[in-house]
T-cell receptor, first 113, second 116 residues
Framework: GENVEQHPSTLSVQEGDSAVIKCTYSDSASNYFPWYKQELGKGPQLIIDIRSNVGEKKDQRIAVTLNKTAKHFSLHITETQPEDSAVYFCAAGTVQGAQKLVFGQGTRLTINP | DTEVTQTPKHLVMGMTNKKSLKCEQHMGHRAMYWYKQKAKKPPELMFVYSYEKLSINESVPSRFSPECPNSSLLNLHLHALQPEDSALYLC???????????????FGDGTRLSIL
């Protein structure tokens, strides 16, 4: 089955700097890669996703890149703000067929003012 | 605000109690999910309903019993739970299933369950 590894487990950056979180996946059949942000006391919130027919996707300060050959994808947050502090999860799944998402172990991101 | 609504937000129950968790979505989604999340861990899939039929059961103990009364509602019936079942229970929904696109999944804020 699919296995997703996520690094780092914790990340601390200065406000205004960039943050990068990386994930690798094992199953070449996976073609859908979402990123979720989870704040304390809340459920995971989808912040961006990418499908395997696209190499990069951007939404304001957030971008995701995908390297299908190497089976890895990354989340990039630029101009970080204190409200970006949260736990971030990557996941891998398929657009059709089996409805399972396999999650990485999470990254606790802290933005220092 | 999340478009997937879960009630109650918090639940404390004894090991002999019977209780139910409820989830509701009005996005017209046809797939609904139950996940369990322990502290500092990612969500773990428990059940998937697709078009109101149970399509995935991740070998969950029978003390957890899911129910999908209609396409907007999902319940999780709890009976004779153990202390290790204390966790955040998350509901999610997605557009479709089967041959339709089953992504993205949208989560509710969960029910924090404590077993005494």
């Amino acid at each position: 089955g699919e296995n997703v590894e996520q690094h780092p487990s914790t990340l601390s950056v200065q406000e205004g700097d960039s943050a990068v979180i990386k994930c690798t996946y094992s199953d070449s059949a996976s073609n859908y890669f979402p990123w979720y942000k989870q704040e304390l006391g809340k459920g995971p919130q989808l912040i961006i996703d990418i499908r395997s027919n696209v190499g990069e996707k951007k939404d304001q300060r957030i971008a995701v890149t995908l390297n299908k050959t190497a089976k890895h994808f990354s989340l990039h947050i630029t101009e970080t703000q204190p409200e970006d502090s949260a736990v971030y999860f990557c996941a891998a799944g398929t657009v059709q067929g089996a409805q399972k998402l396999v999650f990485g172990q999470g990254t606790r991101l802290t933005i220092n003012p | 605000d999340t478009e997937v609504t879960q009630t109650p937000k918090h639940l404390v129950m004894g090991m002999t109690n019977k209780k139910s968790l409820k989830c509701e979505q009005h996005m017209g989604h046809r797939a609904m999910y139950w996940y369990k999340q322990k502290a500092k861990k990612p969500p773990e899939l428990m059940f998937v309903y697709s078009y109101e039929k149970l399509s995935i059961n991740e070998s969950v103990p029978s003390r957890f019993s899911p129910e999908c009364p209609n396409s907007s509602l999902l319940n999780l019936h709890l009976h004779a739970l153990q202390p290790e079942d204390s966790a955040l229970y998350l509901c999610a929904s997605s557009p479709g299933g089967g041959t339709e696109s089953n992504q993205p999944q949208h989560f509710g804020d969960g029910t924090r369950l404590s077993i005494l």
